[in-house]
């Protein structure tokens, strides 16, 4: 079972909240200017590492908020929790 | 018919047992109040506007015959007695004019239970994974969590073993039906 | 096996208190602390069960969670209980079981006779024949054949309860290292420690063992434990599984002891453990020896044999003799012998033991037989004999036959496993000790430590010499896995044909696959395989052990979430209302809302009928409630929402209201509703119903994390506001005679217009805006007035001829109208386009959520399914929501009905649909197919009740 | 190859069963081969299987990290059914399902597949809608599927919970009764057998740890038992196909995560069917051997931890024992998982790529085991004539630049 330090209301069982996946994914400026391809990738593009993933979730069950976690997609471990304002922690960095 | 009766979700109804009893709190009155909290100082400017500092992630603070619960960056449950909504939505009106806040009332959008009973910790920790031991969730804690499936904030206000938990009124029902069977070895 | 008339002194039961219990039809006699295998024992009882494959005749082999053979029914009715390990089952007052997996019973099983043809059902066979004509021809047979115990048919009466804990640390298993484990790290009074333990008392190994020394210090430990109030002690508990950041999951069996006494009372306590470190004192299982006929009843585990006497009080047999291959059986049945067992020899297959322990053997009158082997048992249905031979040398071929020797129990052991199985489970790392040749935790991956024997400290060295099967002689009848019945000449054939794997292997022959998931067989059949590869035990590996540790009921993972509460049911303000107008109500997104109102024998379409006329030819109410009813605040308003929705925001005036639809980013439609501009930076979004709480946190999601730096509040008022529909011709004259301060005549307010005020006394919003083509009023008022709301209207109504209304019925009417409804009108690819706002998108000068997919080339795809109306051609023909429409040529599909119903105002099937290409073939004529019957119809245009629109404003 | 008969079985039963010759050889690995597949599961032996039957192409060698049939293979509920709602969906498993209904035949090993029928329950009055609309969608496509009463379904599954106060009610549903379970582990081993006895090599215990890529076209592979030469690399690697891929530079729309499997004790024939429903989420079913084997959804985060995770286990037993009261006191015995890789329509991906010579069979979600047969041959084809089968067409990798998803969920919510 994954245990999230939500940064507000501190560790919670994955229960509780909803994974919306990668993180840091950049909307196109201007769509429309872009090709076909790369908006396919932007919709549907993902990294999916086996090892740490940079995704976001939210505390669906507690105060709705979005955050970024670095999560090791092998053994569940947490390896950092920011919010979504954050810059992405260097891989091995510490929790935020 | 002059006037609309007031009914809430349980109509006063409740359960009781040796060690555990579930009652509603019809005297509450709830305003909710949210500060866009990604401005920087947002919050700041606030407390300076309402000369307290309001609880931060997980607490509830009590001033004067106002409760608040901390329920999200930025946003807080203010408990008052009922019927007092709007006059202390216009003084917090009043006070915060100018700033970029907004006030609602949500006494009717919610259903407050009042839980009480030895059993009180053992069967919450029936319905959450929060850790409930009074060493992590003591008088003046407040959270918010999935209890039984749906979201609910819990707080322990201090008033020996009571706890108080608001959810969304359309759930009432089923979260008494819940606690009927959850407490049933109670 | 031996009747037991008088129990030893020492033992841990109460012969005073004698238990009545039926085992296959016949009577028996147990006693207070007993366990069903115990009272079997001590009735005599040699044969207990069945094996899996070939029905041998099986007896007690084991004492706990290692019983392969001793699996019964447990009870019947809705208290049956099939695979109970009679080793786990305390004995209570009349108790009922059977024998599994035999007919008539297991004594005599005409099954039995199956043992004769084991030479053509080695491992697999069934992979090589049964493939003509095909297997279903022979399966029937197989399968009746195969299984165990019998699933219950009626209804469990007993409840289950989840129970969640947090502990900085957990102990598992209350033997002696289990409880100096735990009362080392509750010395610090803030460290909460929760001690586990899986027997009916605690004490682990310790409640087998006569020595006063260990009963004095069980005591004294437990007075210690009981004493400090941070330490939890949990009996009766197993914990199951080990999963990630330390969390844990434990059975609490609270009743079984009572058996159907305990009538409906909960049975199960199913633990979610939050462990800050956990301390594994899980102990260790001994293995059997692999040698011909071993499956015999009266062929035991020595540990099985030392704990039913000194724990039990049973003496098992008349001459007990010991098989091991290491000191620890010599202990054992010198403690025996102190006990006044009958013990008459011990074979060692070592040439050379430890000159203490064979003198104390001698002194005790024990014959010993070093260096040899037991190469076949005899005996009926219970053990009479032992064929022996000497060894040569350490796993080598037999030398001399050493005769044979009678005894009626044979205890055997072939060292020891360490129960590492939740370590693990946890991630922990194995390795394999050879000196003991057993597998030890190596490398934790959690906090997580293991101590005692489950670490594989033993008190005393084995001085172990493993023998993974008899030499000499012909592997097909050494068993290793007794339940299923593998042997190790089946372990021998996968090796032979390749299966080289030790995953291969135990899938091509099942070992360790069966109910005891190869608790004694797992190693065994790793040395055996280790020997048919010539490689050494480490480089074979050991499969992975996976929870749940032990067999667990599937009520207990259900808990109280059944029936009513398997998930959560969201109420209406008005619910009290509409059950007493006899609502029949449905599920809608977790709402309990009215589908229709039936009076009593009225069929569902025929009330469906009436409350529709009636709103066309009066008035109706239908509790709106869940209408989404979001406001969004803030000085970016307005530009957040024109970039959320497809409609222009910017130009929307203050107290306008404007229908809009959202899209998500693949320009699929995801929401429609009436927006409404409250201020200049105040909206009101009224999303589908049921919608709220998702559109909600679409927004949210935009606003968190992708436009961080627009000023925007969103909040979700939908549940603080009743909200009733008043619709109908008379909906207008209902409404006026409530007292309020809103001017509802047609003049003041028109369709698509929002007022605020208030009515009977209370703050009220009204939004004129129409799914059904009426009249209508959305009126909210705060939710703890909505059934005095719903009561006035129905009472003011009442001279007008009002009917409530439910959502079934709406959905006719606006059928009838030809309004989509999202969500069943579209589907997942419905875009923009299909339902007629390409224009609005082109018209728009701004970006939006969804804009740029439109534009791909699926976009513009001949053949796209857009909303139409659909015209039946014969008069009085039928259609239903899934019927299909059929391209030209009637060979597949060109689109779909996805609303249909009987108009009773026009007499006539009402239908929309999503088809192809169908905004461009409006007028044509298409095939409806569904169940097989083909029908004629025309796609028109949406609506065909009031095309004009009059009612709207009527 | 010796055959495989009652007959022979007779006849090493004389001999004790100690003549019976290996089912596959454990071959080295050859410097250079005409195709190299990569993962040696249903799906990859299946792909060299049929390129040494049908393609002619016996120089492969199938490239297996751990042990055949050891990922996904091995750790599914083994169902097979072709009632798919998209034509493009139903023309391929269909195929698929044909391809079941004979394998044990066709390769002279009992792979038990057993037509016990697959049954789809809906739970409410819109589910039932988007049922007769799947329904009949299998219809038109001329592939069996029988709509079912709520009576009709009673009959069908005695231990059903038709209670009229259930939380969900049964609304109706629909049977495919030619669909069915087989056993998983037979089906690698038996397309393992036929593939060697052709020639091919399959070598297990051999890790792929990078691929030789020049000017666009595949050169060779670099493994764990050194460089092997090639022109053609297909690839079949579920729970891997990002790293796989990557390693020619390719980048996937695939999202790997958890699906969990679990079986109960084995108990006497009980239930007759597979019965599943997207509502009540779980499908259950009954093996020869008397177990129940539950499935249920997939965790909802990318995961590549090959463990059953405690949350889903405990929502797919909840539905089960919501469904089967009776269930309550059967006890689950053994629960796993395993890594599936899902595309953002939830539709396979079959496929050339970018990079000349290498071929990618990836997306099959938690659909994989029903499409071993149809997924090997269709990528055989690929490989062997370097242009897709057109079975497989509407699966490939472009679809999603053009917005052209297959999205049986978006059409029907219909879980695959």
Redesign the interface.
């Known amino acids: 079972m994954i245990r999230i330090e939500c940064p507000w209301c501190g560790p919670r069982s994955e229960a509780e909240f909803t994974c919306g996946g990668q993180s840091h994914i950049v909307r196109p400026a201007d769509p429309a200017a872009v090709s076909d391809r790369e908006w396919a990738q932007y919709l549907y593009q993902r990294d999916n590492p086996k090892g740490l993933h940079y995704e976001r979730w939210r505390h669906t069950f507690g105060c709705r908020q979005w955050f970024n976690v670095a999560r090791d997609t092998v053994t569940h471990e947490i390896r950092a929790v920011y919010r979504m304002t954050d810059l992405k922690p260097a891989p091995g960095g510490e929790g935020v | 018919m002059a006037k609309l009766d007031r009914a809430t979700p349980l109509a006063g109804t409740g359960l009781e047992r040796a060690g555990l009893c579930v009652a509603e709190n019809t005297g509450l009155g709830l305003i909710r109040l949210q500060a866009f909290h990604r401005r920087p100082g947002a919050v700041e400017e606030l407390t300076a506007r309402l000369g307290i500092e309001p609880p931060g992630p997980g607490s509830l603070r009590s001033e004067r015959d106002r409760q608040w619960f901390w329920s999200a960056p930025g946003e807080w449950l203010i408990a008052i007695p009922a019927g007092t909504e709007d006059a202390v939505l216009g003084a917090l009106r009043a006070q915060l004019d100018g700033l970029f806040v907004v006030l609602s009332a949500i006494t009717d959008s919610q259903v407050a239970l009042d839980i009480t009973g030895e059993a009180v910790r053992e069967v919450l920790a029936r319905g959450s994974t929060v850790d409930f031991h009074p060493a992590s969730f003591g008088a003046g804690n407040c959270v918010l969590t999935r209890f039984a499936g749906v979201p609910v904030m819990l707080a322990s206000p201090g008033r020996g073993e009571q706890i108080l938990l608001f959810a969304d009124r359309s759930l009432a029902r089923y979260l008494l039906d819940w606690f009927e069977a959850a407490s049933i070895d109670c | 096996m031996k009747r037991t008339a008088q129990r030893l002194p020492h033992a841990r039961v109460d012969p005073g208190k004698t238990l009545r219990f039926r085992f296959d039809g016949r009577t028996y006699e147990g006693v207070a602390g007993d366990s069903l295998a115990s009272a079997l024992l001590a009735n005599g009882v040699g044969v207990v069960g069945r094996s899996f494959k070939l029905h041998r005749p099986r007896g007690v082999f084991g004492c706990g969670k290692e019983e392969a053979n001793a699996l019964v029914q447990l009870e019947s009715g809705g208290y049956s209980e099939p695979n109970a390990r009679a080793t786990l089952v305390p004995l209570y007052e009349g108790l009922e079981a059977r024998g599994q997996n035999a007919w008539p019973n297991v004594r005599s099983d005409v099954f039995g006779a199956l043992g004769v043809f084991k030479r053509l059902l080695p491992a697999s066979f069934y992979y090589k024949t049964f493939m003509w004509p095909n297997w279903q021809r022979w399966e029937g047979l197989v399968r009746r054949l195969a299984g165990l115990g019998i699933a219950p048919t009626s209804a469990d009466p007993q409840k289950y309860l989840k129970q969640n804990v947090h502990a900085d640390v957990v102990v598992v298993g209350a033997g002696r290292s289990g409880l100096e484990a735990a009362l080392a790290t509750s010395r610090d009074p803030a460290c909460r420690v929760l001690l586990i333990d899986e027997q009916e008392e605690p004490g682990g190994g310790l409640l087998a063992s006569p020595a006063a020394a260990d009963r004095s210090w069980l005591e004294e430990a437990l007075r210690e434990v009981a004493a400090r109030d941070n330490i939890t002690l949990l009996c009766r508990t197993t914990v199951n599984g080990y999963y990630d950041n330390n969390v844990l999951a434990a059975l609490e069996r609270l009743s079984n002891h009572h058996g159907p006494a305990a009538g409906g009372a909960v049975r199960e306590r199913f633990w979610r453990i939050f462990a800050g470190r956990v301390v594994l004192a899980t102990g260790a299982i001994e293995r059997p020896l692999v040698f011909p006929n071993n499956d015999r009843p009266g062929i035991m585990l020595a540990s099985a044999v030392r704990e039913y006497c000194h724990r039990y009080g049973l003496t098992l047999g008349e001459r007990i003799v010991f098989y091991t291959n290491n000191d620890s059986a010599w202990r054992t049945a010198l403690e025996l012998v102190d006990a006044g067992v009958p013990v008459v020899a011990i074979i060692d297959l070592r040439p050379a033991v430890e000159s203490e322990l064979r003198q104390r053997a001698r002194e005790a009158g024990i014959a010993l037989h070093l260096g040899t082997v037991v190469t076949d048992t005899r005996g009926r249905s219970g053990l009479r004999r032992l064929v022996l031979h000497r060894l040569a040398g350490p796993g080598d071929a037999l030398e001399a036959p050493a005769g044979t020797l009678d005894c009626d129990v044979l205890a055997m052991s072939g060292g020891w496993t360490p129960t590492v199985h939740l370590y693990s489970q946890s991630g922990g790392l194995l390795a394999y000790r050879d000196s003991d040749a057993c597998f030890v935790p190596e490398r934790a991956h959690q906090a997580v430590t293991a101590v005692g024997r489950a670490n594989g400290e033993f008190a005393a060295p084995l001085n172990l010499q493993p023998q993974w099967l008899t030499p000499g002689v012909s592997a097909e009848h050494q068993w290793v896995d007794f339940q299923y019945d593998v042997t190790a000449s089946d372990i021998q054939l996968a090796a032979r044909e390749n299966f080289v794997s030790v995953e291969h292997v135990k899938r091509y022959t099942t070992n360790g696959m069966s109910v005891d998931q190869g608790k004694t067989s797992n190693v065994n059949g790793l040395g055996i395989l280790a020997l048919a590869t010539g490689r050494p035990i480490p480089e074979v590996g050991t499969t992975r052990f996976r929870p749940p540790y032990h067999p667990t009921s599937l009520g207990a993972y259900a808990g109280i979430e059944l029936g009513a509460l398997y998930t959560p049911f969201q109420q209406l303000p008005a619910h009290a209302a509409h059950v007493a107008a006899g609502a029949l109500f449905e599920d809608y997104g977790a709402w309990q809302r009215p589908a229709c109102y039936p009076r009593p024998g009225e069929e569902e379409e025929a009330a469906m009928a009436r409350e529709a006329r009636a709103v066309r030819s009066a008035v109706g109410l239908l509790d709106y409630s869940p209408l989404g009813k979001l406001e969004v605040r803030g000085p970016d308003a307005r530009e957040f929402l024109n970039r959320m929705y497809l409609n222009n925001i910017r130009t929307l005036e203050v107290g306008a209201a404007r229908y809009g639809l959202m899209l998500n980013e693949a320009g699929i439609v995801i929401d429609d509703g009436v927006v409404v501009c409250l201020a200049r930076d105040h909206f009101l979004l009224h999303t589908t119903s049921g919608g709220a709480t998702t559109i909600h946190q679409h927004l949210e999601e935009w606003l968190q994390c992708e436009w961080t730096d627009l000023e925007v509040i969103v909040g979700n008022a939908t549940t603080q506001w009743a909200t009733l529909m008043l619709s109908g011709p008379k909906a207008r004259a209902v409404l006026a005679q409530l007292d309020g301060d809103i001017d509802v005549s047609r003049e003041a307010f028109g369709h698509m217009q929002y007022r605020e005020g208030r009515l009977l006394g209370q703050p009220c919003r009204i939004l004129r805006a129409s799914f059904t083509g009426e009249v209508s009023f959305e009126i909210s008022v705060p939710a703890n007035c909505g059934l005095s709301l719903w009561e006035a209207l129905m009472q003011a109504g009442e001279p007008h001829g009002i009917v409530p209304f439910g959502i079934e019925t709406l959905m006719l009417l606006r059928t009838e109208k030809g309004y989509p409804h999202v969500g069943a009108d579209t589907d997942g690819n419905t875009m923009p386009q299909d339902l007629g706002w390409g224009g609005a998108v082109a018209n728009k000068p701004d970006d939006f959520v969804g804009r740029r997919s439109l534009s791909q080339p699926v976009g513009s795809d001949p053949g796209r399914f857009q909303f139409t109306g659909l015209e039946l051609l014969e008069a009085d023909a039928r259609t239903v929501s899934g019927a299909h429409i059929l391209t030209a040529d009637g060979e597949s599909t060109a689109g779909y009905v996805t609303s249909a119903f009987h108009s009773p105002n026009l007499n006539r099937t009402v239908a929309l649909g999503i088809v192809a290409d169908a905004r461009d073939r409006q007028g044509e004529e298409v095939t409806v197919f569904y169940a097989g019957q083909r029908q004629r119809a025309r796609l028109i245009k949406p609506g065909v009740y009031d095309p004009a629109g009059e009612a709207l404003n009527g | 190859m010796e055959k ?3 007959f ?3 006849k090493h ?1 004389l001999t ?3 003549r ?7 071959p080295e690995p050859k410097p250079r081969y005409d195709v190299v597949i990569i993962g040696g599961g249903g799906h990859g032996l299946a792909t060299a299987y049929y390129l040494a039957k049908e393609q002619g192409i016996t120089n492969v060698a199938v490239l297996e990290k ?2 055949l ?2 990922g996904n293979t ?1 750790r599914n509920t083994a169902v097979s059914r072709s009632n798919y709602f998209y ?1 493009e969906s139903t023309r391929f498993f269909e195929h698929s399902l044909k391809r079941f209904e004979t394998m ?2 066709d390769l ?8 016990v029928g697959l049954l789809n329950l809906a739970f ?3 589910e ?10 299998i ?3 001329g592939v069996d599927c029988q ?1 079912m009463s709520r009576d009709e379904i009673a009959a069908a599954v005695p ?1 059903l919970n038709m209670s009229p ?4 009610r049964v609304y109706g549903g629909f049977m495919q009764r030619r669909g069915g379970i087989s ?1 998983h ?2 089906v690698a ?1 038996a397309y393992a057998r036929a593939a060697d006895n052709l020639g091919v090599d399959i070598i ?1 215990n051999c890790e792929v740890t990078g691929l030789e890529v020049g000017d666009g076209r595949i050169r060779g592979v670099k493994t764990s038992r050194g460089a092997i030469r090639t022109d053609k690399v297909g690839m079949a690697v579920a729970g ?1 196909s ?2 796989v891929a990557a390693m020619a530079g390719i ?6 995560q958890c699906l969990q499997a679990m079986v ?7 239930f007759d069917h597979v019965v599943m429903s997207p509502m ?1 989420h779980c499908y259950v079913s009954q093996s ?3 177990e129940l084997v539950i499935g249920g959804g997939a965790d ?6 090959q ?5 889903t ?2 929502a797919v ?2 539905a ?3 469904m089967y ?12 998982g395993g890594i599936v890789d899902i595309a ?1 329509d939830s539709s396979p991906i079959v496929s050339k790529t970018p990079v000349t010579g290498f071929y990618i069979s990836t997306g099959w979600g938690t659909g994989g085991y029903k499409a071993i047969p149809a997924g090997g041959e269709t990528l055989a084809h690929t490989i062997a004539h370097d242009r897709p089968h057109p079975l497989v067409e509407p699966f490939s990798l472009d679809r ?6 297959v ?1 049986e ?4 919510g219909v879980a695959h």
């Open positions: 495989y008969s009652g022979n079985l007779l039963a004790g069963h100690r019976w010759p290996r089912s596959w050889r454990s751990g042990w049939g050891g091995g034509p044990g035949r002279n090993y009992n792979i038990m597949f057993s037509q409410s009055r819109h039932l809608e988007i049922f007769r609309r799947w329904a009949t969608a219809q038109v496509q709509v231990l106060h259930a939380r969900y056993r582990d037979a081993w297990q891997h990002t790293a980048k996937l729309p695939i999202v790997s109960s004790e084995p108990v006497k024939p009980c009540v020869d051997r008397g909802t985060h990318p995961s590549y931890g463990r059953g995770n405690l949350p286990t405990e037993l909840n089960v024992v919501e009261p009776t269930f309550s006191r059967l006890k689950l015995m053994r629960q796993w953002p999603f630049a053009q917005g052209r998803l999205d969920g978006a059409a029907a």
